[in-house]
């Protein structure tokens, strides 16, 4: 349906419907993660928005390629084009497209560790959600509100957010959101230091994240999974996970998910002794997040300097040299390398 669109005459398409259309179908293409195929949606439903004068259309072009933006890591691109989108949509009185620009800027905040700003959109968008009656969009706003709230250790009433979101989508019977509301609370868990448990919350939605086909939101299960496994000392397990986590992104630049379960993966590597796999990975990922003014959580910051350290005690001079190598290599070729070093690894087990 996508191509169809893209392939129509510009001139003869330029119509509000159409833009409509490729809004429509950028969105599809995100959640797919066809992310190439999104963004050329969503730019050409703006360039025809603009030159309607639709301030609608260009809300949702914006918001789209906004999402996009955030999905690939450019926070600072997310921002501008959902700061913009908040404004057309706040001038239009479009409560419903005001709330999702809330939503947007929320996320994007708090992936820049802006977890008081995030706070502040969540909220807004909570009180609307409220005020409207709008049970899903309300479902949410408190899973996102609540996850920001344990960002900032106030552990109470991110989990009373974060369980009321879980009931509203129970009765609504949101699948998806279910899975995403639950993954949030464990990591409730994870951040009050109960891996276990959190390990285990993760583990069990990993089913249901298969079924729904959802790339992104079966990436994020395994990653946490990955997260609680390196936490719980089982690097082997979280290996895997990184590796599955990456597999299920492998049509997806090299967005943030990627990024963060790839220094997850370089942290399962340093573990299982593969020292110039890892120093490689952690070379292109830190080239990546300074690129893209994305720091790391406090908690992976700390194991990302304690892996330096063992790293430079292991590697001497020879670790600026891999550091450098790995930022100049993608992310899906030191991928690559460790699925090649996995398989050697099996196949001298299993001939042992």
Not at 51 to 68: E, I, K, T
Not at 262 to 281: F, M, N, T, Y
Not at 295 to 311: D, F, K
Request: aromatic share 4%; hydrophobic share 45%.
């Amino acid at each position: 349906m996508l191509e169809s669109l893209l392939a129509a005459p510009g001139a003869a398409a330029a119509t509000a419907s159409r833009a409509a259309a490729l809004n429509a179908a950028g969105t599809l293409a995100a959640m797919l993660g066809n992310h190439a195929a999104a963004r050329r949606a969503h730019e050409e439903a703006l360039t025809i928005a603009t030159a309607l004068a639709s301030s609608g259309g260009m809300a949702r072009a914006l918001d789209g390629l906004g999402s996009v933006a955030w999905r690939a890591g450019d926070n600072a691109a997310a921002r501008s084009y959902h700061t913009e989108a908040l404004r057309l949509n706040r001038g239009l009185g479009d409560r419903l497209a005001v709330a999702q620009s809330l939503s947007d800027l929320g996320s994007v905040a708090y992936r820049a560790g802006e977890f008081s700003e995030a706070r502040g959109y969540f909220l807004e968008h909570v009180d609307m959600a409220r005020t409207q009656g709008d049970r899903a969009s309300l479902a949410g706003a408190l899973s996102n509100l609540g996850i920001a709230e344990v960002a900032l250790a106030e552990f109470d009433a991110g989990r009373a957010h974060l369980e009321e979101s879980i009931a509203i989508r129970e009765t609504l019977r949101d699948r998806r959101g279910l899975v995403r509301a639950r993954l949030n609370l464990g990591m409730l868990d994870y951040k009050r230091g109960d891996y276990s448990h959190a390990c285990t919350m993760f583990a069990s939605l990993l089913p249901e994240a298969r079924v729904l086909g959802d790339a992104d939101m079966l990436a994020t299960a395994l990653n946490n999974v990955a997260l609680a496994k390196l936490e719980l000392g089982d690097a082997a397990a979280a290996h895997r996970h990184c590796l599955e986590g990456l597999a299920t992104l492998r049509l997806e630049p090299e967005s943030y998910l990627k990024l963060t379960l790839s220094d997850h993966l370089a942290l399962a590597e340093l573990a299982l002794g593969h020292h110039q796999q890892a120093a490689l990975l952690l070379g292109a990922t830190s080239a990546l997040r300074a690129a893209k003014l994305l720091p790391r959580t406090p908690r992976l910051r700390a194991h990302y300097e304690a892996g330096m350290q063992r790293l430079h005690a292991l590697l001497g001079p020879s670790l600026d040299d891999l550091l450098s190598r790995g930022a100049s290599m993608s992310l899906d070729e030191l991928v690559a390398l460790a699925l090649a070093i996995r398989e050697a690894d099996d196949h001298q087990t299993g001939s042992s």
